[in-house]
C-alpha cells in the first residue's frame, strides 16, 4: 500500500543552524509530493509542493525542498532556523487509488524545535 | 478572501451526548475532508466527500457521521458511539482533480473537542 515516512517525530536545531527533515514516500510512479506546517492549535498550512515541473521546489518561509526519484525521498530543508519555524511539519503524497483525484495521505509528522 | 470556516473552535461535550462539528468553504471546492489529530498520531482520515450528495468512510469511521447536502458544507456529527471523542478535528478541501493530479489541501483552523 502507498505511504509516506518521515524518519524522526522530534527533530531539534539551534537558532541559525541547517533545518532537515527526512520524507520518504512508497509510489511506482512519480506521486504529487506536499510539505504542511502546523502551529499550536491551528490548521495545516502549505509549505511547498512538488508537481514534477521541477525536482527543486522552493516554498514560503525560506523552505525548499527536493525531489529525488532514485532515493524516493522530498526531504524538507532551510538554510538557517529561526525560532518562528518551531512547529509540526507534515509530509503528505497525493493518492494513487484515488479515481476522483484530489485525496492525500499524510505522514506521522515532525515537531521541529529551535534552540536559542 | 476565500477560505475554509470551522466552527467552534472549542466544544465541550458530555458523555452520551452527540454533537455537531460545522465546516463551511467558499472556495468552490468540490472535495472536503474531515480529520482527527491526536498527539502523536498525525492526522486519520474520518470521511471524506468528492461530490455533493456522496461521501465516503475514511479509515476511522466509526462513531462519525458526516451529510454533504451543499457543495460549501460538510458538518461532522460525533455521536455517542464515539468512545474516545477528545482530539483535534481538522476539516480541509480540496479541487477535484483527474486521476493522476493533484492541488492539495486547503485547512480549516481546527476545532478542539473535550469530553467532560
Known amino acids: 500500500a502507498q505511504s509516506v515516512t518521515q524518519l524522526g517525530s522530534h527533530v531539534s536545531v539551534s537558532e541559525g543552524a541547517l533545518v532537515l527533515l527526512r520524507c520518504n514516500y512508497s509510489?511506482?510512479?512519480?506521486?504529487?509530493l506536499f510539505w504542511y506546517v502546523q502551529y499550536p492549535n491551528q490548521g495545516l498550512q502549505l509549505l511547498l509542493k512538488y508537481t514534477s515541473a521541477a525536482t527543486l521546489v522552493k516554498g514560503i518561509n525560506g523552505f525548499e525542498a527536493e525531489f529525488k526519484k532514485s532515493e524516493t525521498s522530498f526531504h524538507l530543508t532551510k538554510p538557517s532556523a529561526h525560532m518562528s519555524d518551531a512547529a509540526e511539519y507534515f509530509c503528505a503524497v497525493s493518492d494513487l487509488k484515488d479515481n476522483q483525484g484530489g485525496k492525500l495521505i499524510f505522514g506521522q509528522g515532525t515537531e521541529l524545535s529551535v534552540k536559542p | 478572501d476565500g477560505g475554509i470556516t470551522q466552527s467552534p473552535k472549542y466544544l465541550f461535550r458530555k458523555e452520551g451526548q452527540n454533537v455537531t462539528l460545522s465546516c463551511e468553504q467558499n472556495?468552490?471546492?468540490?472535495?472536503m475532508y474531515w480529520y482527527r489529530q491526536d498527539p502523536g498520531q498525525g492526522l486519520r482520515l474520518i470521511y471524506y466527500?468528492?461530490?455533493?450528495?456522496?461521501?465516503q468512510k475514511g479509515d476511522i469511521a466509526e462513531g462519525y457521521s458526516v451529510s454533504r447536502e451543499k457543495k460549501e458544507s460538510f458538518p461532522l456529527t460525533v455521536t455517542s458511539a464515539q468512545k474516545n471523542p477528545t482530539a483535534f478535528y481538522l476539516c480541509?478541501?480540496?479541487?477535484?482533480?483527474?486521476?493522476?493530479?493533484?492541488?492539495?489541501?486547503?485547512f480549516g483552523s481546527g476545532t478542539r473537542l473535550t469530553v467532560v
Open positions: 480541509a478541501s480540496s479541487i477535484a482533480a483527474n486521476p493522476g493530479t493533484n492541488y492539495g489541501y486547503t
Open positions: 466527500s468528492q461530490i455533493v450528495n456522496d461521501f
Open positions: 509510489s511506482s510512479v512519480p506521486p504529487y
Open positions: 472556495l468552490n471546492h468540490d472535495a
